[in-house]
C-alpha cells in the first residue's frame, strides 16, 4: 500500500489470459467470507460474473498447507474436515495416545511463536504421558517476584509514562526502492528514534503488589493515581462493584485485583486494565502497603528437583 499498490480482496485466481501467445490479463471469481459454528472461515464463491484485471505480468506467491497423504487412514489417527489431526488442545494428543503434534501440524499454520509455544506444552505432555501421568494436567510454573525500589522515590525501571503514538520505522522512498529489488525498504531506527520508542514500554512485567496488613487507608494512593484506577469500597458481585469503582471497568476480560482484609471491612480494588506500572502509588504510600515488583514466569518446566530448583528428569 505504501507504494500505491491496490489491495483486493475476496478475488481467488481462476484463469490466466493470452491473446496470441501473450500474456494479457487474469480471471478471477468472487469470494465471500463465511463462519462455522467454531468460528472458522472459508471462501464461499458469490456466483457473479468473473472479475477481468489487465496485467502485462504475473507473479505467484507461493503458501503452504498441510498435507498428510503419507499418513495411512487406518492406523486409528482421526483427522478434520481440514485434513488435520484431531487434538486435545491443552495437550496436543491425538487420537493415538502416544502421537503428538505441534505447530502447523497441529492447527494449521500460525507463526513460529505459536510453534514454539507448542513445543514446550507438547514436550510437557510426552513427559508425563511417559511416566503414565495425566498428560492434560500442566505442572505449577516458577513465579518470582522481585522487588524494584531503589530509594523512596526510585526504581530499577523508567516509570516515566509517555504519551506519544507508536513511531513508524521510517522507510525508503519508492522512487528508490521500486526500482532496485535489493533496496532496503525499512530504513529501521537511529539512536533518537529508537529510544523514543523504547520509553513508550508500560513494563508490563513490573507490578503493583498490595499488602493488605500495611495498609491505613489513608487513599493516598487512590488520590495520586493518574488514571482513577484504585478504589476503596465495600465487597460485592463482581458485576456491580465494577461500575462502583472510581473510574468504572467496562473490560470484562479483564480480571480485577482485588483485596480483602482491610481493617474497615472495605477491599481494595484495582483495575488492571488501564494501570500505566507508573509506580506512584508505591512512591505515595506512607506505611509501603504498595510495591513495585518484577514479575517472571517460568512454565515450561516439568519438576524441581531436591534443592528446590528446576532441573532435567533423570531416567
Not at 123 to 137: H, N, P, Y
Not at 184 to 194: C, M, S
Not at 213 to 233: G, R
Request: proline share 5%; net charge negative.
Amino acid at each position: 500500500m505504501a507504494e500505491g499498490i491496490p489491495i483486493l480482496n475476496f478475488l481467488v485466481p481462476k484463469e490466466v489470459l493470452h491473446e496470441d501467445g501473450r500474456l494479457t490479463g487474469m480471471l478471477f471469481d468472487k469470494v465471500r467470507a463465511e463462519y462455522d459454528a467454531r468460528g472458522r472461515r472459508q471462501l464461499v464463491p458469490t456466483g457473479e460474473e468473473p472479475v477481468h484485471i489487465e496485467c502485462d505480468d504475473i507473479l505467484v506467491a507461493i503458501g503452504q498447507e498441510n498435507s498428510f497423504p503419507w499418513i495411512e487412514r487406518d492406523i486409528g489417527l482421526e483427522f478434520d474436515r481440514w485434513g488435520l489431526p484431531k487434538l486435545d488442545e491443552a495437550s496436543f494428543q491425538s487420537s493415538i495416545p502416544n502421537v503428538f503434534f505441534g505447530g502447523d501440524a497441529a492447527f494449521g499454520p500460525k507463526n513460529i511463536i505459536w510453534a514454539v509455544a507448542h513445543g514446550h506444552e507438547a514436550a510437557v505432555s510426552i513427559d508425563r504421558f511417559c511416566r503414565g501421568e495425566d498428560v492434560t494436567q500442566r505442572p505449577p510454573p516458577l513465579v518470582v517476584m522481585s522487588g524494584q525500589k531503589m530509594g523512596i522515590h526510585e526504581w530499577s525501571y523508567d516509570n516515566g509514562v509517555s504519551l506519544d503514538l507508536r513511531y513508524k520505522v521510517p522507510h525508503r522512498d519508492p522512487s528508490v526502492s521500486l526500482r532496485d529489488i535489493k533496496a532496503e525498504v525499512e530504513l529501521g531506527f537511529d539512536r533518537e528514534l529508537g529510544f523514543k520508542e523504547a520509553q513508550r514500554c508500560l513494563n508490563c512485567d513490573v507490578q503493583t503488589v498490595f499488602t493488605t496488613s500495611l495498609c491505613i487507608e489513608c487513599d493516598a494512593c487512590v488520590d495520586i493515581c493518574p488514571v482513577d484506577c484504585i478504589t476503596f469500597t465495600e465487597n460485592g458481585e463482581e458485576g456491580e462493584l465494577r461500575q462502583r469503582l472510581k473510574a468504572p471497568a467496562e473490560n470484562l476480560t479483564q480480571d480485577l485485583y482485588v483485596m480483602d482484609g482491610l481493617k474497615t471491612g472495605r477491599v481494595m480494588v484495582k483495575d488492571e486494565d488501564v494501570c500505566l506500572h507508573c509506580g506512584m502509588c508505591a512512591e505515595r504510600c506512607p506505611t509501603g502497603a504498595w510495591d513495585m515488583q518484577k514479575f517472571l514466569l517460568e512454565s515450561a518446566k516439568t519438576y524441581l528437583n531436591g534443592n528446590g530448583g528446576h532441573a532435567c528428569r533423570s531416567r
